[in-house]
């Protein structure tokens, strides 16, 4: 491993989160290209660290000997939040590609009964992590220009359900301002594996909100469902957009710019090894 794949290992290692952060800047094809030349067990670090929608996408960009060693590497429940978002087809291509001993629980994770939450859910959900600025966050919307609800559910770096913050907020707050001080933890939520009689039975549906975050019972997120999806009131279908966002690094500015030149060093290398061949 080159000295700059060196420390790119290392600094990932030791600081999965920020590396994560800064790894969400790239375009998808360059994070792709990094990935593909780092050891899986780090990328699947990495991963595990990212966005959902970027890691996602990420891998959906890898070649496919790639993306089965990650998914190999992933503990069941990340792979099983990443396989939810990329393309069906893809995904039927990797579960039949896998080992069976790996593939069957996520298949079984993956397929809930008609009668569930899980089965009416909506896996492609815009979300934001926790350990960003409200600047950061503002950015990321502006560039990935998804389609809002009135709020935005905020995930924990392992995807776990944190809290939900109004958009409304984010407009008004100071842009240095941390996600998570001013979200609410009390994020309106259900599980996955609930009967829907149940949910419309209980009291899971709160005044505020015409829609709940859907988790597995570790707390991770796995999309939202909507009143309208389960009552038969016909509702226009939100769609996600899965693009790159470019973000800062927490550390500091002289750092994250000599960062930032290794992860670049690292994918032009690349992309120039692929014009050479």
Known sequence: MQSDQKIIAAFIKNYPSEAAMLVEGYQVEDRAALIERLPVELCAQLLSQMDRNRAAATLEKVDLGTALKLLEALPISTAEVLLRQIDEAFCNVLLDTLDPKLSTPIKRALAYPRTMVGACMEP??????DDLTVGQSLERIKKDNPSLLSHVFVLSRNHVLAGIVEVKQLIVADRNTLIREIMDTRAPKTLANMSLDVLLEGRGWEAAYSFLAVT???GVFLGLI????????????TSYKKQAAQTSSALADLFQIGLSSLFTSTVASSNDKNINQ
Do not use: Y
Not at 229 to 237: A, D, F, L, N, P
């Open 124 to 129: 492609l959900v815009f979300t934001l992590t």
């Open 216 to 218: 597995d019972t570790d």
């Open 226 to 237: 909507t009143r309208e999806s389960i009552t038969g009131v016909s509702r226009e279908k």
